[in-house]
C-alpha cells in the first residue's frame, strides 16, 4: 500500500449506532488530519494531530471522536449522528503540521439514516 | 487568511491548454500561491505552488502576475482525465498554516 488509504470507502449508519472511520498513511508522516466535505461546500477542517498529540480541534460536536494511536494511524470515532453529518470524510498527512504538502486519501462517503 | 477568487466552473477542449485564473487582491508578502486539484470521487491532490516567480512541473505551470493580486494555472494540453476541481488557496508557508479550501473551479473537459 501506498499514501493515504481509508476505510471503510462508503458506510450507512443509523442515527442510534456507533461507528469508527480509519485512515492509514505509508509515507512517514508526522501529521495527520481529519476534513469535512458536505455536498456543496468547500472542505472544513475538523482535526489535527502532530506526532500522535491533538493540535487542532475545530468546534467539531463531541459525537466526533478521533483518536491517533500512532503517527500512522488516525480514526474518527462516530456515535449518536444526525442526517446533516453525511458527507465525504477525508484524511491527510503531511511531512510536519501546517508545513508542506498534503497527501489525501479517497474519503469515506458517510450516509446517516 | 487572504481569500480567493475564482469563477465556480470553466469548460475546456480536449488536447486544449486550459488558463484557470485566480485573483487574490489581499495577498501578503509571506503568501505562497498553491494549487490542488479534486478529481471525481477522489481526495484531493497536490498540483504545484509558488510565491512570485512562475513555476512549472510535470503537471502544469504556475504563473503569477508582477504585483501578486492574481495567477493563474496552466494546463498545457488537457486529457479528459484532467476534469475536476481546481483549488487556489494561499497560506503563508514561512510561518505554515492551514489550507483553507474555497468552493475551487469545476473544470470539465470535452472530447
Known amino acids: 500500500e501506498t499514501g493515504v488509504t481509508q476505510t471503510p470507502r462508503h458506510l450507512v449508519m443509523g442515527m442510534t449506532n456507533k461507528k469508527s472511520l480509519k485512515c492509514e498513511q505509508h509515507?512517514?508522516?508526522?501529521?495527520m488530519y481529519w476534513y469535512k466535505q458536505s455536498a456543496k461546500k468547500p472542505l472544513e477542517l475538523m482535526f489535527v494531530y502532530s506526532l500522535e498529540e491533538r493540535v487542532e480541534n475545530n468546534s467539531v460536536p463531541s459525537r466526533f471522536s478521533p483518536e491517533c494511536p500512532n503517527s500512522s494511524h488516525l480514526f474518527l470515532h462516530l456515535h449518536t449522528l444526525q442526517p446533516e453529518d453525511s458527507a465525504l470524510y477525508l484524511c491527510?498527512?503531511?511531512?510536519?503540521?501546517?508545513?508542506?504538502?498534503?497527501?489525501f486519501g479517497p474519503g469515506t462517503r458517510l450516509t446517516v439514516t | 487568511d487572504a481569500k480567493t477568487t475564482q469563477p465556480n466552473s470553466m469548460e475546456s477542449n480536449e488536447e486544449e491548454p486550459v488558463h484557470l485564473p485566480c485573483n487574490h487582491s489581499t495577498i501578503s508578502g509571506t503568501d505562497y500561491i498553491h494549487w490542488y486539484r479534486q478529481l471525481p470521487s477522489q481526495g484531493p491532490e497536490y498540483v504545484i505552488h509558488g510565491l512570485t516567480s512562475n513555476v512549472n512541473n510535470r503537471m502544469a505551470s504556475l504563473a503569477i502576475a508582477e504585483d501578486r493580486k492574481s495567477s493563474t494555472l496552466i494546463l498545457h494540453r488537457a486529457t479528459l482525465r484532467d476534469a475536476a476541481v481546481y483549488y487556489c488557496i494561499l497560506r503563508d508557508d514561512n510561518q505554515g498554516g492551514k489550507l483553507i479550501f474555497g468552493q475551487g473551479t469545476e473544470l470539465s473537459v470535452k472530447p
Open positions: 509515507l512517514g508522516h508526522n501529521a
Open positions: 491527510a498527512s503531511s511531512q510536519t503540521v501546517f508545513w508542506g504538502e498534503q497527501y
